[in-house]
């Protein structure tokens, strides 16, 4: 089912345009990546996905109706986001980051209820950290720090999360885990997920759809082997013929 | 167990306040003695020095401090989790400088004008530094508002505060310069703080106006704990970032301006006890953490006050001697722990 749909959407601050006529549909169990060098227009994106600035032109729909139509309130239950800053009070615990993502579903006190207690428990299992609840966040290790924030997003139970650059600060075994829970997010929970990232070769390796942003470039959006096959990614990344093939022989 | 810890610390505080309170009507240049305090409290006592003491002087005072502390507690709680910087305060937004500025401004311009210093107009002069405290602070309250809601960037508007509290400060410096000596005197003095300012006649309107700041400061809670995540979250979960920071901003102002307005700007109270609040119950949760920051906030004014007024002193010692030395401590060692 199409969840969110951008039609010759432009981006960008004030007058400045960064990337123009975007098309690109996010449906149920999706998970792509948004892949660009840094500058690109990767945050701008999201940020205009999140609400946080305004599109210059074209239109965003989500579940058919425009997304500014909806209040704050309503889209927080539909659009969760995990970015790359992370909280940094000093008594601030990990129950309590997630439980922040029952924000939009408790009453004036933010008192949480028993099903609340509950989500944010499920969550934290599901990305595998239950162990975590009672430690301060700002305590945690980077990775642990960032499946903590996406048990944020799950808590916060979206049929959309968006992820920047979550494999920014990761090991290499904590990215292929982070890919495996991505992929288990999609799957089982039926959610669509984006993420951002400028590790290309990672990328190919681990997901299939790719939305590709790039400077000067128009937008472009396919499967790896598509984009590989049809040259967008040897163009955009300025790859080598023989890099190229390698990687196409190996998608194949 | 922990919400066990939480109750007892709760209660030590209120208990250490009660303490604190009946202390304070009791030490003083006159001692009242303990047994005493009781008979003058339920008018048993017939002793007419005593009760005018305790009734017309000390009570008033303790209950100011109490009000003052628990506000100003308050408005710095508010401050530092808007702008998520442990030494942002109420003064960090120019509202304690635009005070000092209008008071600066009725204390030191009549005398000029005039030619005859304020204090000689007697019981109008205090009600015109209340007032002209309160129009100062609340105008620069509202110069931050219309900042605020034109920049997202919290640190900017950090800045802009400093920076008009170092105008309010020289405008205020070349007041003085073209003012009596009397006149400049009384507004040293105002400016040491003092919790002796209300007395009886203007308790119920002070209270009044505390109580109902940091009632609606409860309300608050809720989006100061989402605040923690930082603003691109708190928006991402619903929160309008703009009319939350304006109505923080609003209350925490309102709060300094009316202490200011009646007790001269008194520092490191925002400042620290907000601080003592988070280590004591290692939380960052805003339900516990506003009526923790009150009521500590309450045992620190009721402290100072009594330090203040420690025979000896004869009352004389500013208030703002003491809140600096009990807060700036505290200050430096929790500067020190979140370094590590």
Not at chain 2, 260 to 285: E, Q
Request: net charge neutral; with cysteine; aromatic share 8%.
């Amino acid at each position: 089912m199409e969840i969110l749909k951008a039609t010759s959407l432009s981006i960008g601050y004030d007058d400045k345009t960064v990337v123009s006529d975007i098309n690109v549909t996010l449906s149920e169990g999706d998970i792509i990546a948004l892949v660009g060098p840094n500058g690109a227009g990767k945050s701008t994106l999201f940020k205009t996905f999140s609400t946080h600035i305004m599109p210059l032109g074209g239109k965003i729909e989500l579940f058919g109706k425009d997304l500014m139509s909806y209040t704050p309130k309503e889209r927080a239950k539909l659009l969760g986001i995990v970015l790359t800053e992370r909280p940094d009070d000093m008594f601030l615990k990990v129950f309590d980051v997630v439980a922040a993502g029952r924000y939009p579903y408790t009453g004036m006190f933010g008192k949480l209820s028993e099903k609340d207690e509950q989500e944010i428990k499920v969550s934290l299992e599901l990305v595998g950290v239950n162990n975590l609840i009672d430690r301060v966040f700002n305590t945690l290790s980077d990775g642990e720090k960032q499946k903590v924030m996406i048990a944020k997003a799950i808590a916060q139970n979206t049929p959309i999360i968006m992820l920047d650059e979550p494999t920014a600060f990761l090991d290499y075994p904590s990215k292929i885990e982070l890919f495996s829970l991505l992929k288990k997010l999609a799957k089982e929970q039926k959610k669509a997920i984006l993420f951002s990232s400028h590790d290309l070769e990672l990328l190919l390796r681990y997901t299939d759809n790719l939305w590709i942003i790039a400077k000067n470039q128009p937008f472009a959006a396919g499967t790896s082997a598509e984009l590989l096959k049809n040259d967008v990614i040897k163009n955009y990344f300025e790859l080598k013929d023989a890099d190229n093939d390698y990687l196409l022989k190996e998608k194949m | 167990m922990k919400n066990s810890r939480i109750t007892l610390g709760i209660i030590g505080i209120i208990v250490f306040g009660i303490i604190l309170f009946i202390l304070n009507l009791l030490i003083g240049s006159v001692t009242v003695p303990i047994e005493d305090i009781f008979k003058v409290l339920l008018k048993e006592n017939t002793d007419n020095t005593l009760s005018v003491i305790v009734f017309n002087y000390r009570l008033p005072q303790a209950l100011t401090a109490l009000l003052a502390g628990a506000a100003l507690a308050v408005a710095g709680l508010l401050m530092q989790t808007l702008f998520r910087n442990p030494l942002a305060d109420p003064s960090m937004l120019g509202i304690s400088s635009g005070a000092s500025l209008g008071v600066g401004i009725v204390i030191l311009l009549t005398g000029a004008i005039s030619g005859a210093a304020v204090s000689s107009f007697g019981w109008w002069s205090t009600i015109g530094v209340s007032l002209a405290a309160f129009i100062g602070a609340v105008l620069v309250l509202f110069v931050m508002l219309a900042f605020s809601s034109r920049m997202k960037n919290m640190t900017t508007l950090i800045i802009v505060g400093l920076m008009i509290a170092y105008l309010a400060g020289s405008i205020t410096d070349i007041l003085k310069f073209f003012s009596l000596k009397e006149d400049i005197h009384a507004f040293v003095i105002w400016g040491m703080g003092s919790f002796s300012g209300v007395g009886v006649s203007k308790m119920p309107v002070f209270a009044a106006s505390i109580i109902i700041g940091l009632f609606v400061s409860f309300f608050l809670s809720k989006n100061l704990n989402i605040l923690l995540l930082g603003e691109m979250y708190a928006e991402n979960l619903g929160l309008n970032i703009r009319k939350n920071s304006v109505v923080i901003i609003l209350v925490s102002g309102y709060l300094t301006a009316i202490v200011t307005a009646y007790c001269g700007p008194i520092a490191f109270v925002g400042l620290a006890m907000p601080h003592i609040a988070r280590f004591l119950f290692k939380s960052s949760d805003h339900r516990l953490l506003i009526p923790a920051t009150m009521l500590i906030g309450m045992d620190m004014a009721l402290v100072c006050n009594l330090i203040a007024r420690m025979p000896g002193f004869d009352g004389n010692l500013p208030i703002n001697a003491v809140t600096a030395f009990i807060g700036a401590p505290v200050v430096i060692s929790v500067i020190l722990k979140s370094r590590k």
